[in-house]
């Protein structure tokens, strides 16, 4: 289960519809205990897709290995990553699947006309063949 | 002795260590020593053939392994190594 808090959650749909028609990505910052994630913090990150956004994401790992340096200096943790799914439902695609990491959380949102529609979570295998949902609170 | 930054959700393989120190001249060493040491993260890193996994990029400081001689790039007691994943998606009817 991975419960995002208040303020994260805010700016990771602000971000998902600034970004619309686009997709945007990002970075979730919190902690983990036994089964449960919580996440404090939300980084958004820059598409460094290098073609049509509206379609397509790309995270640099440079920049993630910022956000990991981030979370080890605010004591936290990167337990997950986000995008957005401009006027689509908030599932793992293929490409999602075939570009995913088995060690973190995936967050979807679904920006529909530009306006948040609804969210999904999702854990993606070592062999990137499947994403089983995880339960997202928000 | 290089220092290796575990990612949060490999802790639990390394006795819920943030890093660890392992022997080792090269990144090639250096890997070795770390999944000798801490054998249950062999899996997470490497294929079974032996081969890092097509998502995981090893970071020297600052800079790609890639780009300065891969496994065989030197590594000094003051280096700092990190695992980090390649992440992109996209939708159907994206351009791949």
Same mark, same amino acid.
């Given at each position: 289960m991975?419960?995002?808090?208040?303020?994260?959650?805010a700016a990771m749909v602000a971000h998902g519809q600034a970004s619309y028609p686009n997709e945007?990505?990002?970075?979730?910052?919190?902690?983990?205990?036994?089964?449960?994630?919580?996440?404090?913090?939300?980084?958004?990150?820059?598409?460094?897709?290098?073609g049509v956004q509206a379609a397509r994401?790309?995270?640099?790992?440079?920049?993630?290995?910022?956000?990991?340096k981030a979370a080890r200096e605010?004591?936290?943790?990167?337990?997950?990553?986000?995008?957005?799914?401009?006027?689509?439902?908030?599932?793992?695609?293929?490409?999602?699947?075939?570009?995913?990491c088995p060690w973190y959380s995936f967050v979807v949102?679904?920006?529909?006309?530009?306006?948040?529609?609804?969210?999904n979570c999702f854990l993606p295998n070592f062999d990137q063949t499947e994403a089983p949902k995880e339960e997202l609170i928000y | 002795m290089a220092?290796?930054?575990?990612?949060?959700?490999?802790?639990?393989?390394?006795?819920?260590?943030?890093?660890?120190t392992v022997p080792g001249a090269t990144v090639g060493e250096v890997l070795t020593a770390l999944t000798t040491e801490y054998p249950d993260l062999r899996k997470q890193i490497f294929t079974e053939e032996g081969k890092l996994r097509s998502f995981v990029n090893v970071y020297l400081n600052d800079e =790609?392994?890639?780009?300065?001689?891969?496994?065989? #790039?030197?590594?000094?007691?003051? =280096?700092?190594?990190?695992?980090?994943?390649?992440? #992109?998606g996209g939708m159907p009817g994206g351009t791949n």
């Open positions: 991975i419960r995002i808090e208040p303020e994260p959650w945007c990505c990002g970075a979730m910052l919190g902690s983990t205990e036994r089964d449960s994630k919580t996440v404090r913090q939300a980084i958004a990150l820059e598409n460094a897709f290098d994401y790309e995270l640099r790992p440079e920049d993630l290995l910022a956000a990991d605010r004591k936290m943790d990167l337990i997950g990553i986000y995008h957005s799914h401009p006027d689509c439902d908030a599932y793992f695609s293929t490409t999602d699947l075939q570009n995913s949102l679904s920006i529909q006309k530009g306006e948040f529609h609804h969210a | 220092k290796i930054l575990i990612p949060t959700p490999l802790r639990q393989f390394t006795a819920k260590q943030d890093s660890v =790609d392994i890639r780009y300065i001689g891969r496994d065989a #790039a030197p590594a000094a007691d003051a =280096d700092t190594l990190s695992l980090v994943p390649s992440i #992109a």
